[in-house]
């Protein structure tokens, strides 16, 4: 470890490799010109990713830190740039995703007279945010950094912000490097295990919910042989499938915006749910409506919950469970591994092929007006892609057409924001790229997405990686269309959207572009622009009538008694 004397931006930039990381997402600024300097001391450790809007760097990290498990890292300057990365902060906070943030501070002798781009950055991301902190003494950068590192990844996973000022950057001290703690993992009580055992055996209709951050694949084997070897339904949280293989016979879909009734018929029935690495958020519980609040089980046999967290205080916070069990995701699934095997068949096997039942009931393509079938189109796909293809989603109404109809496989990942916001495929899918060079790539966004953060595909071709992304163009923000459509039929306000020629928006960078109209076109689009190796985009052109996967807007119109035409 060096205790040389070095600039805070050197120590700063060193303080990142000590910590292991690979990749950092930035849009430059003046307020961390020493860090820059400092990173390209470090540029054979460490690759700089420069970007072109905040969101989209910060979006990168965060699908980053998805990925790996480990703190996706964003650089950004202080005022608007901050602003900017907000959004990232919030979706990191809400996927439980360890993510570190570090914001050019102005100096700090200028603190409180409203100077240039001055925030005060524990206030603004104090509510949004795991841990914000302000470096005012170079001498603790490595301590510091590494408390950061150990923030975001320690309970539950979660955003960090440091802001650091110029001079702290241009101060010159010496002290040693701080490198990782080796922590081991909180591991389940075996008690507790015997308890969680007991309880499986005394229910009659149980079910699995997979949800949260930092899962490995060793950690997803043993969840899914466990599940496999009981017979035990498994339904996935909101934008978690890569949680699970939905093509097995026990996967039950997935819970969250725009669930299937049925699931949500069947979890009401459930008399055990085991719930390992969800909150059991909104999205989760249908608005908190789907699971018995208190999760103890009335006197007369109502609904039990097992809640498997890695952070104690999130263990009946809202839902009051009948077992809680602290434990980081892959220790616990490290003990349901060493659980005795199963015996016999299970008796609630019945239970579980009606559950199965209802998501293969699900997953049929209906037929569909025009001539796009969307639903028959993205199965063909399904059908060719490589079996770890990464799949980035954006938020919207389009999303419930992956969801409800493709099949996330054990090696395949899938990734977007529980919180709902746009903008986030575009940049998570070169975030992704970047991360997993060898890999597929497919990000999926509507058009109101695309143009939020779309020209982040620029950050693809300066990065050198091509992934492919699939712009869902039906001319309106669907989801509010949708909410617009139900409360007040046919008077269409603020929802309609003009786009460009996607495909010459791609090609205008050097890049593939694709459009998809009609039934029979999307793979051969997909293995034309995968084969270009270049950054793609294929637009799939689809019936802006059919707003929803379920329902056209007549449909809406007829529900809500409007009638009107449109």
Known sequence: MSTATRTGGQLLADALVAQGVTHAFCVPGESYLDLLDGLYANQDKLELVTCRFEAGAVNMAEAHGKLT?????????????????AIGVHIAMQDSTPLVLIVGQIPFSETDRESFQEVDYRRMFGSVAKWVTQIDDAARIPELMAHAFDVATSG????????????????RVAVPDIGPAEVAPASPAPAAMERMLAMLDAAERPLVVLGGSRWTQEARRQVREFCVARDLPVAV?????????CTLPNFAGDLGVGADAALVAKAKQADLILAIGTRIGEPVSQGYTLFDMAGQGAANGGQKIVHVYPEQAEIGRVYRPALGI?????AFAEALARLPAAKGGARWSAWTKEVHAARVKQAEAPDYAGPLNLARELQALEKVLPKDTIFTCDAGNFATWPNRFMHVTAEQEFIGPTNGAMGYAVPAAIGAKITYPDRTVIG????GGALMTGQEIATAFQAGVAPVVMV???????TIRMYQERAYPGRVSGTRLTNPDFAKFIESFGGHGEVVEKDGELVPAFQRAVASGKPAIIEVRVNPEQVTHRATIADLRAQAGGGKKH
Do not use: W
């Not at 498990?69 to 990365?85: K, S």
């Not at 949280?237 to 293989?245: A, E, H, T, V």
């Not at 602290?326 to 892959?330: K, L, W």
């Open 444 to 447: 999926l966004v509507g058009d």
């Open 472 to 478: 869902f163009n039906n001319g309106m923000y669907g």
């Open 69 to 85: 498990g480990r703190p996706g890292v964003a650089l950004v300057t202080r005022g608007p740039g901050a602003c900017h990365a």
């Open 237 to 245: 949280g909101f934008r978690r499938q890569s949680l699970y293989d």
């Open 326 to 330: 602290t434990a980081e995701i892959n």
């Open 156 to 171: 539950r996973p979660g955003p960090v912000v440091v802001a650091i000022s110029e001079e702290m950057q241009k101060a």
